[in-house]
């Protein structure tokens, strides 16, 4: 387990996590593949990457495990919690919980409201800034159970930072000219998002995606809202017909 490794152990698996991020980044897979490797480096309850949307004031959730009152907490209210100019500072390496004042915490309805009624006793909120200094987005990690001292997992992270941004960056996505051509003919759809587009022709519900695929259903849902905003859709009736056209069947 991560928290039982040599920093050597944890370095490895850190080069694993940003090789999910380039990954995400290139389009070759989803953000959700950078949580599924997150684990081998550093254990969590929860866990998510959200994209900060400037025009709209609130985050999105591009993948994550959180409750749904906890996802809809860090999209719409953790940047007024009182917490949130802090750890939005470009200077700081991550907030990780057990380094928040005392008088901090009670203030925050974040932890008051959200992570204490999970039992969450440690984590850390990493914010995400571009190479040109815009504040992209977020990492949000959560645990139960108290995290060891000294922990490697904080000095790997820190040096995750810049392909995480990217991968959460919406202007990092590359350009029409340069994306895969099954992108370019399906719509500007990631190959994840492909295969979400394919399993919903079956007319299988997102837990069912989920199981199938090796993601949450939250990250299914969300594949299929971007689904939908790129392809112009109304809902996912639409989505499976505009598949059937394009003969995307989902694999056996």
């Not at 974040?110 to 190479?131: K, M, N, R």
Request: with cysteine.
């Amino acid at each position: 387990m991560a928290a039982e490794q040599s920093m050597a152990d944890v370095l490895d698996a850190g080069i694993h996590v940003r090789d999910a991020a380039r990954s995400a980044t290139s389009g070759a897979t989803g953000v959700d593949t950078v949580l599924a490797a997150l684990p081998q480096m550093m254990e969590y309850d929860h866990a998510s990457l959200a994209r900060w949307d400037p025009l709209r004031r609130r985050h999105t959730t591009l993948a994550g495990s959180y409750p749904d009152d906890a996802t809809a907490y860090i999209e719409t209210r953790l940047h007024h919690d009182p917490v949130f100019p802090v750890l939005r500072s470009p200077a700081r390496g991550g907030l990780w919980l057990r380094d928040v004042p005392g008088q901090l915490l009670a203030a925050s309805p974040g932890f008051q409201e959200v992570l204490s009624p999970l039992g969450i006793e440690d984590g850390v909120a990493q914010c995400l800034f571009a190479a040109d200094g815009r504040y992209v987005g977020m990492l949000n990690v959560s645990t139960r159970r108290p995290r060891r001292t000294p922990d490697p997992a904080r000095a790997v992270l820190t040096l995750l930072t810049e392909a995480l941004a990217a991968a959460v960056d919406a202007r990092a996505t590359p350009p029409p000219e340069q994306a895969p051509a099954d992108a370019r003919r399906f719509g500007g759809l990631s190959p994840r998002e492909l295969q979400v587009l394919a399993e919903l022709t079956a007319g299988r519900t997102n837990r069912e995606i989920a199981q199938r695929l090796y993601i949450t259903p939250r990250t299914v849902g969300t594949h299929i809202e971007h689904i939908l905003a790129k392809l112009d859709l109304p809902n996912r009736a639409a989505a499976a017909a505009r598949a059937a056209a394009w003969g995307i069947e989902p694999s056996r």
